[in-house]
């Protein structure tokens, strides 16, 4: 028994002993208190997004003629990924960070910031070991979002957004495997760039996954996001001008419950005036993934005879999940048999789920990873630029309870991320705003390599996008007396109005703006296209029903109006030219061609006696 007890013992009828004790108690007590509120104000003042506050001076600047340094006088946050001399890598983990000896080196990137002129002035929290996308830390607490507080950040790299949406830094640096930088990018309404896998080096920083990870960036202003991306990726100041086509990925942007008023349009608005933007174009991502990416198809649920986009994308995510699993044992295997029990429960899982994993099917996922590449390189070519909402949903509430949903949220964020992290390519968040109080966000993604395409872009289109975004958040939803008809559906129901008035360039135009709020209708561009028959436009008839097509492969009406536009294309060439290859091989080829797409409305309705009466015409020909 202890002396202090003693002598209480001994004196508990001294009524100045229990004084003494009261006092002693309540000190410890406010003093308890005040720590409590000290440390809340602190979190508050910084958002709770940094573990440890430092400076790392920049290099002195080179002696005139050099050029300036083109970070001067910019501030800058780091993940707890990084390496800082002196300084022990916490991984997000409190046991990591016991188990671990100070780092001997600061990381590559961090050295080339300092060298540009910039200055360090923290290191921030990020989800631990570098799994999750959600931002919450048990053990250091979890950042708080500048937009929604009552909501989380977003994750792995939460407190390098919030240290830039909080404007405590000009940027940062975070780790992207799986969305680290695009989701909190989103959810904390800035831009985050994720360049293509392996172009910015990872000396100095702990992996996670290192064929799925890239180290990123956050910034709130897109001169600072380009002059980060040019000095880690050591590219050239010059812009090149050149042609840009843009391709909505229409079947992810039905994932999303934002407006496409409020996304979809106001890109096509803003790229409307800029030069250098070719008409955009459409394309179902999940289908083309479907098709092209054939070793895919063994990891995907079958349902019925057809995998839908969500289908596709999800077993596309299921395949990179496995990779980081997978990674992630081969990196950290004996550190976590022994510390896996000192992990957050979610990220505890994580690990377990690691360590559980095997290698049967290895060289499967990567022939996925390896195909994946491929074909985006195949979609966008040189000139190509995808855009796709960032995330799905808006960010879950704080300590969210309900595993169904938080599972639900999961599924479709890593389907959207999963799209960049398996291709490798560069993919950048753009903030459009908000809608109601959840920040809204759109995607742009290009080819491997294209990082310096990416940027500009961004530079370009960047003031366009905040004034169409402004723009859109005053625009009250068009809806009819029901309340429940979307803007595109009100500009459609308008063209039929002046179609049926014979007022076919009414028609046209009306079609035109419901297109514009919605590309992801194949009836919009079959109507226009038939309005544009009516004119004798036979080239623009054509065009739309191609996109039709490409949208809903089963629209018959759209192959018979193709059918007639290409027929009436050919009579009105052979016409004005005063042919006479009737008869001959080349004119058989053609009227060949041409009534394919009347035999395929056929098939589609045996009994349509449009296709029928136009295949045996053309038969005849």
């Known amino acids: 028994m202890s002396n202090t007890l003693t002598l209480i013992q001994s004196n508990a009828s001294n009524p100045k002993v229990w004084v003494v004790i009261g006092v002693t108690v309540a000190g410890i007590v406010i003093l308890a208190e005040t720590r409590k509120r000290r440390i809340k104000a602190l979190r508050e003042e910084d958002f709770g997004a940094f573990l440890d506050r430092f400076e790392l001076l920049p290099f002195p600047p080179p002696p005139p003629p050099a050029a300036k340094q083109s970070l001067s006088a910019l501030t800058f946050s780091i993940s707890d990924a990084f390496d800082v001399k002196d300084y022990i890598t916490g991984f997000g983990s409190p046991q990591w960070k016991k188990t671990h000896e100070a780092a001997e080196k600061t990381a590559v990137v961090v050295t080339t910031l300092l060298k540009n002129g910039a200055t360090c002035v923290g290191k921030t929290i990020m989800d631990e070991l570098g799994f999750g996308i959600i931002g919450e830390n048990k053990h250091y607490g979890t950042p708080i979002n500048p937009l929604m507080p009552s909501n989380v950040p977003g994750g792995c790299s939460s407190g390098s957004a919030v240290s830039v949406g909080a ?85 992810l942007f039905e994932l999303s419950d934002i407006p496409k008023q409020k996304s979809v349009h106001v890109v096509r608005k803003a790229i409307e005036n800029l030069s250098g933007y070719q008409t955009p174009k459409h394309v179902n991502v999940g289908q083309y993934v479907a098709s092209n990416v054939p070793s895919l198809a063994e990891f995907c649920e079958q349902s019925g005879k057809s995998q839908n986009s969500a289908s596709t994308l999800k077993a596309l995510s299921s395949v990179m999940l496995a990779i980081q699993r997978h990674e992630f044992k081969t990196n950290h295997e004996e550190w976590s048999q022994t510390c896996k029990s000192f992990l957050g429960p979610r990220f505890s899982n994580d690990v377990v789920t690691a360590l559980k994993s095997r290698n049967e099917s290895i060289k499967s996922l990567y022939r996925v990873k390896t195909e994946m590449r491929a074909t985006i390189q195949s979609l966008l070519k040189e000139d190509g630029i995808l855009v796709i909402p960032t995330v799905a949903d808006p960010p879950p509430k704080l300590n969210t309870k309900n595993k169904n949903s938080l599972n639900e949220f999961l599924d479709r964020t890593y389907a959207l991320s999963s799209i960049a992290s398996m291709s490798g390519c560069c993919q950048v968040t753009i903030p459009l705003g908000q809608h109601g109080d959840r920040p809204i966000s759109v995607s742009f993604l290009t080819y491997y390599g294209g990082d310096k395409f990416l940027l500009d872009t961004i530079l370009d289109v960047y003031a366009s996008l905040q004034d169409q975004a402004k723009l859109a958040s005053n625009l009250a939803p068009v809806s009819d007396t029901n309340g429940n008809m979307e803007a595109s559906e009100v500009m459609k129901e308008k063209g039929n109005a002046a179609y ?83 008869g001959t091989v080349l004119e058989r080829n053609i009227w060949f061609i041409i009534s394919a797409d009347f035999r395929h409305a056929l098939v589609l309705e045996p009994q349509n006696k449009t296709a029928k009466a136009a295949e045996k015409r053309l038969r005849n020909s």
């Open 167 to 251: 404007e405590l830094v000009d940027f940062s640096l975070g780790i992207d495997t799986t969305g680290g930088v695009r989701i909190p990018a989103a959810f904390c309404g800035i831009l985050g760039f994720r360049p293509s896998q392996g172009t910015v080096s990872s000396v100095g920083v702990l992996p996670n996954s290192q064929s799925l990870e890239t180290v990123g960036w956050f910034a709130s202003d897109p001169s600072v996001l380009c002059q980060v991306g040019h000095a880690l990726l050591n590219l050239s100041a010059v812009a090149h001008r050149r042609q840009r086509s843009l391709i909505f990925a229409d079947d």
């Open 500 to 582: 049926k008035g014979r007022q076919w360039n009414k028609a046209v135009n009306f079609y035109t703006e419901a297109i514009k709020l919605n590309g992801a209708n194949a009836t919009y561009f079959c109507n226009r296209a038939a309005a544009f028959l009516e004119l004798g436009c036979f080239q623009q008839a054509e065009q739309d029903c191609t996109e039709a097509m490409l949208i809903d492969k089963k629209n018959v009406k759209a192959y018979l109006r193709r059918g007639t536009a290409r027929e009436s294309l050919v009579r009105y060439k052979e016409a004005a030219a005063e042919s006479t290859l009737s």
